[in-house]
């Protein structure tokens, strides 16, 4: 404490930045997203609206196994560091970029507009 003496409140401030910094080194690092993003997610997941348009659009009841997993996984890393829970969370996160990322693109992308872009189109000239 003496040495915290005539340093003031950004003494002891940065003293504490510096303890913390040192502590987060040795615990594991936050986890990709706060746990509530993820309980968001799985809410979300289990809404009326998300079963309706899910079956609509796929033709199955949607399964939010996935996200209840993520939020206990992220709950257990916040809460008790465990390692199995980090790797549990981390890889659901690979898998999730990399589907994200599988999908392409529906249209051919142009490398310049079509030679004839400026001329009416057909409707207009049959008019």
Known sequence: ESRLAGRGL???RGV???RRARLRRHLSPQPPRPCEAYQAEWKLCRSARNFLHHYYVHGE???C???LRDLTSCRDWEERHSTEAQRSLCESER???QAAQKNTLVWALRQSPPADWHLPLL???NE
Do not use: N, S, Y
Request: hydrophobic share 35%.
């Open 10 to 12: 950004d003494g002891i």
């Open 123 to 125: 409707q207009e000239k």
């Open 16 to 18: 504490e930045r510096v």
């Open 61 to 63: 009841l949607p399964t």
């Open 65 to 67: 196994d996935q996200w």
């Open 95 to 97: 898998a999730r970029v």
